[in-house]
């Protein structure tokens, strides 16, 4: 018999507590064909996309988190949450299969559940980056490029604020998505600023990969920039 890609895990929200079902993928079974310059995966045909899976959306309340919230509430976040979100939330379960309109429903919803409740700007910043993917995948360029201005904007925050520090970003990786996302909605500045700052500090170390790929984007920020000064020049 073969494998099927999904499982069930028991969550507990860490809102309200209770206990409530969740549908995961076994990363083994996860096929990627290729990767966006900002890290986006292209599932293959015969895979499931796990990207839709990550956002856990607690049934009973509505909150909804990553595996990344802290489990910490600062006084009075969970009456707005109980304001903002549980008194207008419509009992239902995400506990199967999930189609690209649910999956962005439950980022959005995770969004705003990270917003109340003050998550690290390296978490919103995963969020959004990920709601500007799968808006990729529905070709919506406009609502793309909203959220990758959004996070791109948070990924500045957690640099400046150094929130990411006890997390699996690095400084150079967290550098490099304010430069590429910077460049993908048009501040060619500011991308040239940040993939200077990887190019200046490569000695430092690490990431030999993501330092790679900050050259070959400098070097495609500079022919753009050429282009808008020819263009401006005629």
């Given amino acids: 018999m073969e494998l099927s890609p999904f499982y069930e895990k028991k969550v507990e929200c860490i809102c309200c507590n209770k206990a409530f079902a969740t549908t995961k993928i076994r990363s083994k079974l996860v ?12 599932y293959s045909e015969t895979s499931v996309s796990a990207l839709y899976y990550n956002v856990f959306v607690c049934e009973h ?23 903002q979100i549980s008194t207008k939330w419509v009992p239902r379960s995400y506990h ?10 439950a ?7 990270g917003s109340i409740k003050k998550e690290k700007f390296i978490t919103l910043a995963g ?3 990920r709601i500007a993917w799968i808006y990729r995948k529905l070709q919506n360029v406009n609502q793309e490029q909203r959220f990758l201005k959004i996070a791109r904007d948070q990924y500045i925050e957690s640099y400046s604020t150094e929130d990411y ?19 993908r909605i048009g501040d060619l500045d500011l991308a040239t600023r940040y993939y200077s700052k990887i190019i200046e500090n490569q ?13 070959e ?4 920020v500079r022919e753009e920039r050429e282009k808008v000064r020819a263009a401006e020049a005629v």
Avoid: N
């Fill in 96 to 105: 199967h299969e999930r189609s690209i309109s649910e999956a962005l429903e």
């Fill in 107 to 113: 980022y959005k919803l995770a969004f705003v559940c």
């Fill in 31 to 42: 096929k990627v064909e290729s990767t966006d310059t900002d890290f986006c995966p292209t």
């Fill in 127 to 129: 969020l959004t980056l």
């Fill in 61 to 83: 309340c509505g909150f909804s988190f990553t595996e990344d919230f802290s489990k910490y509430f600062g006084p009075g976040i969970k009456q707005q949450i109980l304001d």
């Fill in 217 to 220: 984007q400098w070097q495609l």
């Fill in 203 to 215: 000695r430092v170390g690490g990431e030999a990969k993501v330092i790679e790929m900050a050259k």
């Fill in 165 to 183: 520090a006890s997390t699996q970003m690095s400084d150079t990786r967290v550098i490099y998505m304010i430069a590429e996302l910077s460049r």
